[in-house]
């Protein structure tokens, strides 16, 4: 059992194969529950699906990356919030702003495929998308994985300004 409060950052650490990922993939509803519950906020969400629990609040950047490779930055970012209702509204210009804010680099590559940018950029794109879905908690499944030692401070610095600006954190 483990707990995440609001407001916080919390890393899971442990050995390759010791079941981070799993984890992670278990809380945003992508693997099922095998025992147990997971609440978000005081409610029960185990059962609730994965597309609902983005609508509640939960989001994740995958391990990998796992950009859409023949789409464009601002196409990927737009995945992220597929499932808001407001894609045409002031809201969703803001939420796209605070992510170009957080990372320029996007920014300047909006129009570039994403299967054709560095790790790093790889990196700041998938870490985008899950904040276009508005996230409460945010889940980080290894943001520095294959990253250069410069770009993971730059990372975690992000990581940082995304928690002081609400976001609760679990990587």
């Known amino acids: 059992s483990f707990g995440v409060e609001e407001g916080t950052i919390v890393a899971l650490i442990g050995a390759n194969g010791a079941g981070k990922t799993t984890t992670l993939k278990t809380l945003s509803g992508l693997r099922p529950v095998r025992a147990g519950s997971i609440l978000l906020n005081g409610k029960d969400i185990t059962k609730t699906p994965a597309h609902q629990r983005v609508k509640l609040g939960l989001s994740q950047s995958p391990e990998g990356r796992g950009c859409f490779p023949g789409m464009t930055v601002r196409e990927n970012l737009e995945m992220g919030g597929f499932a808001r209702r407001d894609q045409r509204t002031a809201a969703w210009k803001q939420d796209l702003d ?3 804010d957080l990372f320029p680099r996007l920014r300047e590559r909006e129009k570039q495929a994403a299967g054709s940018m560095s790790g790093g950029e790889q990196q700041m794109v998938a870490m985008g998308r899950a904040l276009m879905a ?12 294959g990253l250069a030692p410069k770009l993971i401070q730059q990372i975690f610095s992000i990581v940082t300004e995304i928690n002081q600006q609400g976001t609760t954190v679990l990587m």
Do not use: G
Not at 134 to 145: F, H, N, Q, T, Y
């Open 98 to 100: 605070r992510v170009f």
């Open 134 to 145: 508005r996230p409460k908690v945010l889940l980080l499944d290894e943001p520095s994985m």
